[in-house]
Each structure stands twice: as C-alpha cells, then as structure tokens.
C-alpha cells in the first residue's frame, strides 16, 4: 500500500488492529437491547403507514380495519418472539436461523434460510435508510427533495463506519434508540392525554383531504384479500427479530436468560408503539394514498405531483406537538437516526452470515476473512453495493422498497420454528427427566405452533405481494441460492481433485528426467544470470531456447553465442507469422509428448523495475508465457529477477513507507517509553 493510499485509508477506517485485539465486550441488557433491537423497534415507524397505504385503496371507510390488522400484528410479534425465546435457550452459540435450519433440516433448508437472509439484509438497508430519508424530508424538504443521493450517501458513511470496526458501540445506538422509544411514548401519553382528558381536537395535516378509493365498495373474498394484504403490509414491524438469537454470545452471562430478557421487551415496546401510532392515526384522521399526486382530492382537486407525502409518524407527531415545535423536531431526527442505525443489523449480520457461509464453502473465502480492523471487510462492502444499488434502482422509495422485503423474513421464521420442532422431538426420543420432558413438550409446543402462523403468514405475503414485487425477493433468493450450491461444487470438485493420495500416484513418483529450457531474445545480463542459475539446477538436459522472429537478429545472436563460447545448445524456433508464445508453447507440449514421464522446466529472465509505467514497457511477453504455461501439464516455470537501477529506487521507497506511520497507526507517547509497534496497513 502505497504513503498516497495508505494515509486516507487510515484517515476513513484508522489504525489496523492486531488479530489478538479480537475479544468482545459483552453487552448489559440495556445496551444489547438497542444494539440488537434497532431494527424491529425502527420499523414501527413506516409500517403503520404501509397498512394505511394498502387500506386507502378501498377508501377511507376501510380505514375502520386498521385496529384489528393491529391486533393480528401484535399476536403474531408475541408468537414470534416466544419462539426465538426457545431458540436462543437451545442455541446459545449464536448460529441463528442457518444454524437451527441446517442441523435440524438439512444443507439444503440451511441454504434457503441463508438465500432468504442474505436478501433480507440488503433489504433491510434500503427499506431502514430510505425511510430514515422520508422522516427527515418531513423536517428538512432538502433532505426528501435529494433523497437517492442523501440515501447513497448515508449508505457509504455507515459503510465507512463498519470498515472502522465499530462493533455494536453501546452509546452510538443506545442513545437515538432510547430517545426515538421515549419520543414514542411521549406522544402516545400526550396525545391520550389531549384527547382523553382535555379534549383537545388534534388534525394530522391531511385531515382535511379526501381518498379517491380504486376500487369503490369492496365486499367478500375481495374484501379479505385486500385486508390480508394490509396485514402482510403491517408484518414489517416484526424485521429484524432474528438478530437476538443471532447475537447471544455478545450478551453479558447467563447470555440465553439475558438474550430471552431482551427479546420480551423489545417485543413489549413494539407492539405498544404500533398499536399507539395506529390509534393517534385514527383519531387524527391521517390519510395516506398508494399515488397521492392522484388519489389525494382536496377542495375537490387532486393534490399534483407537487406534494410530498409525509410519514404517518411524522404527521402524527405533527397534530400531536405541532409543527415546527421541539418534540417534533426531536421525534423526527431521532426517527431518521434510529432508523439509519437499524440497517446497522444488516451490517451486523450480513458480514458474519457471509463469514459463517464461507467457512461452509458456499461463498467465496475472501469473505471468511477480516480486514484491517478485524471486521469482515469484505461482506460489508458487498452488502453496501448491494444496498447502494438497490436504492438507486427504486429510488430510495420505501413504499416500493417494502412490498420485496417481508417474504425473505418469514421464510427464514417459518424454516426455523420447524427446525425447533425437529429438534425438541430429537431430544424427547432420548430424555428421561419428567421435569425436563414437560418442558421440551411446552417449548415444541411454542414453536410448532410459531412454524404455523408464520408459515400461514408467509403464504399470506406470497399471495398479496407477489405481483407487487415479492417476486423479485424470490428471484433474488434463487440466485443467491443457485450461486452458493454452484460455489460449493466447485469448491467440493477442486477438494476432492487435490486431495493427497493414500496411495502412491504419479504426482508422488519422481520424474524420470528434468529438461530445462531457458528463454532467451538476446544475449544480455539477465540472460547470463537465467544460464547461470539453470546450470545450479543440475537438470538432465539443458538448453537455451529463443524465437526467430528477425532473420538478422537471430542471426547476430547465433554469431555472439558462438563467439563467447557459451555451453548451452542454442536453438532457435522458426515462426513465419512472427508469434513468440505460441512456437515456444507447442515446443514444450512436444517434449511432454516425447517423454511423459520428464519435467519441463522452463526458466524466463525478468527485469525488475520501480516504476507502474516501466510494467507497461517490459516483462509483456514473459507474463503471456507464464499464463499459457499454466495451463500445461508437467511443466514448471521459473522467473530469475534481474534488478534495474529504479527497483532500488522503489525498494529505498518501500523502505521509508516501513518506517513511517500513517495518522492513527500508533499511539502515540514518549518515544523512550513507547514499545516499537509494527504498522499496519
């Protein structure tokens, strides 16, 4: 790494961090709950809005169903979070669903729920930040005016943020998660308490508008459909569940009793604001529209595509505090922050799943391994491409965004409660203890009856989104699941290729003979030290091998050969088309066709030089060879380096950049008491 790169990669992601600095801090339950919850308790911020959305389509009297989808949501969140509480009691080990999936349903149920995470995670980044965007458009119009570019560049400082290792950091996330829960609550208390007690008339600044319904007077299976599709809608504030399970071992001791904990309470939380935003919507007379520029009638007008729909949190927020006023202003940079932080789940669990697949062979290893700052650097930057790309192609539009995001959620749950049942029958076959039997009993109790409704959710969201753009998340399911099983075949196929024999082969039998080859264009010093060293090779036979490509010159060379008396055969390849690869390749295949049973060493003298344009220059024809070489069996190719002046130059620059650290590479402190530290980088 060059000084030029090197300082503004230290600068962006700071000092590289020794592999023994990998501990983690365990987290208090008060600190684990925002770090692990940020993303189930953000969601509470755009899916009351997408239920009203979906409503809006029947017109506002349809609005009268919003409690009971509610209620659905709320027995559903309690279902879910029951049965992740058995999951983390049985798998401490922080596996999550891959791991419940595959031990208890096989690789291939693994890879399904891993197909389906791996898409949930990048969903999770676009839907998190593009909502994040909205919320704070409703405060500052530059914000939603810009919103794919603001949405992008939120994106990469997160992404910087991660690459700098910035593990779970307790105050980042404790301190906007708390104030977005206890602005929630504030204006759920203070808005009953205007309601209820002073009774206050609180308007959301679309009261007064009318909802053109597309579909006028809906009854019966119409009807039902269009509910089931608000409920599947209303299903996004249960994304992110899985992270507790799959955070259990950062949690402080006992883990699985405090991971359980955690998971109660978030679940509380939510489902106390869901139901508090819906209420408040209801009674301020909030009105959402799928096409508001259309479908949104005031003073017997449509509105235009001039106007911006707002967030039901933040119009809710604004009938509640008033707009402009201090809560509001709070309530809405710490809903946007909340929601920036929860893609941080993504960036949390996307990165391990990716490490976790590697080391299962299903991804590329590059991703197993850490950077500099000992996170999966890699698994995050493709995570952020992913995102970055995502949310350019929908526009950082989260109404858009959200009806591709529940389908990868609950193929995950639903695959994972049925593994759990797998597994509590697995140990009722072999356990004794009746106090332990009554409990497995209960525990697959819960799950089984967790792997039902969110399987029955799951076919709910397949039905009601699939043509509204559920069928990309299955498309992108498929492909990361076609991918992983090609990856892992080809990682199997090449294991088993090159595995060591138990028996003697013929890549165990020495060869017969070695005949060296060294290549040679003229006579100059790297071709003498290339002649010297093959000598030391001590081969069967030895030869120096060049290409007629000019009459004149090979002939000069022949002259000079002969005239310093070299004792090295010289011969020389005739090439009417003036190629140097191909003669030289088809003659080695030739001595391989003769002998079999003898290696071909083939030995090229190489400049070393120092400067990125002298490699555009030389070393061209030597580097063709090599690549072609590669691919012929039984032969081995040697490079001899001869050094020119301005690899020395390169050499002093490699040694200056050895002595010197980037900003952030030490610490720094009295140099006679400071211990030499290597830098990193």
Not at 269 to 282: P, R, S, W
Request: hydrophobic content about 50%; some cysteine; proline content about 5%.
């Amino acid at each position: 790494m060059s000084k030029l790169t090197d300082v503004p990669k230290r600068i962006l992601i700071g000092r590289a961090l020794r592999s023994d600095r990998l501990g983690e801090t365990l987290l208090p339950k008060r600190i684990a709950l925002p770090v692990f919850a940020s993303d189930p308790l953000s969601s509470v911020a755009y899916a009351p809005g997408e239920v009203l959305l979906v409503l809006s389509i029947a017109g506002v009297s349809a609005y009268h169903f919003s409690p009971w989808i509610a209620v659905a949501v709320v027995v559903l969140m309690f279902t879910v979070v029951a049965s992740y509480r058995q999951n983390v009691h049985a798998y401490p080990s922080g596996g999550g669903d891959y791991e419940v999936a595959t031990t208890n349903l096989g690789p291939k149920a693994g890879l399904t729920v891993a197909s389906a995470l791996l898409v949930d995670y990048v969903l999770t980044v676009a839907v998190s930040i593009a909502s994040g965007i909205e919320n704070l458009g409703s405060a500052i119009p530059f914000v939603v005016e810009h919103k794919v570019l603001c949405a992008v560049t939120v994106i990469v400082l997160l992404t910087l943020m991660n690459l700098r290792g910035v593990k779970e950091s307790g105050k980042l996330f404790a301190i906007p998660t708390y104030v977005f829960v206890g602005g929630v609550f504030i204006m759920i208390a203070w808005g009953a308490f205007r309601g209820l007690v002073l009774g206050d008339t609180m308007r959301a600044p679309t009261a007064a508008y009318h909802i053109k319904a597309e579909h006028q007077g809906l009854a019966g299976f119409a009807l039902v459909f269009l509910l089931l599709r608000a409920f599947s809608s209303g299903c996004a504030a249960l994304t992110g569940v899985e992270a507790i399970s799959n955070g259990v071992p950062a949690f402080r001791k006992p883990k699985s009793k405090n991971a359980a904990s955690t998971l109660a309470a978030m679940g509380l939380l939510a489902v106390t604001m869901f139901c508090g935003i819906i209420a408040l919507a209801m009674v301020t007379k909030v009105r959402m529209a799928e096409n508001p520029a259309t479908d949104l009638i005031h003073n017997g007008v449509a509105i235009g595509s001039g106007y911006v729909q707002n967030p039901v949190i933040s119009q809710v927020a604004e009938a509640v505090f008033g707009k402009g006023s201090f809560l509001f202003i709070v309530l809405a940079a710490a809903t946007a922050l909340v929601l920036f932080l929860a893609a941080n789940t993504a960036y949390n669990g996307f990165p391990l799943l990716g490490s976790i697949l590697a080391q299962d062979r299903y991804l590329p290893r590059q991703l197993h391994t850490r950077g500099d700052r000992l996170a999966f650097s890699n698994g995050i930057v493709l995570l952020a491409g992913a995102a970055a790309l995502l949310t350019v192609i929908y526009g950082a539009d989260s109404t858009r965004l959200i009806q591709l995001y529940i389908v990868g959620v609950f193929v995950s749950f639903t695959l994972s409660q049925t593994g759990m049942v797998r597994h509590w029958n697995r140990h009722l076959a072999t356990e004794q203890d009746p106090a332990k039997r009554s409990h497995m009993v209960r525990s697959r109790a819960i799950n089984a009856f967790g792997a039902f409704f969110t399987g029955l959710v799951l076919v709910v969201v397949l039905v009601t989104k699939f043509t509204h753009g559920a069928w990309v998340a299955l498309l992108g399911m498929c492909i990361f699941y076609a991918t992983m099983t090609a990856i892992r075949k080809h990682y199997d196929r090449v294991s088993e290729e090159i595995s060591a024999p138990e028996e003697p082969d013929d890549d165990l039998v020495r060869p017969s003979r070695v005949h060296s080859v060294v290549l040679i264009s003229k006579i100059h010093r790297p071709t003498l030290r290339a002649l010297a060293y093959a000598k030391l090779m001590r081969s069967d036979t030895l030869e120096a091998l060049t290409v007629n490509v000019d009459p004149a010159e090979t002939k000069a060379l022949r002259e000079e050969w002969e005239r310093r008396g070299i004792d090295v055969p010289l011969k020389v390849l005739d090439s009417p088309y003036r190629e140097i690869t191909r003669p030289i390749i088809e003659y080695v295949k030739g001595l391989r066709a003769q002998s079999p049973r003898d290696a071909v060493s083939v030995i090229i003298p190489e400049y070393v030089v120092g400067h990125w344009y002298e490699h555009i220059l030389h070393n061209q024809s030597a580097l063709r060879l090599k690549g072609r070489l590669l691919f012929t069996p039984g032969v081995m190719v040697t490079s001899v380096p001869y050094q020119l002046v301005s690899s020395e130059a390169a050499r002093n620059r490699a040694r200056k950049r050895q002595e010197w650290n980037a900003p952030g590479a030490v610490r720094r402190g009295p140099a006679e008491h400071r211990p030499k530290e290597h830098s990193g980088g």
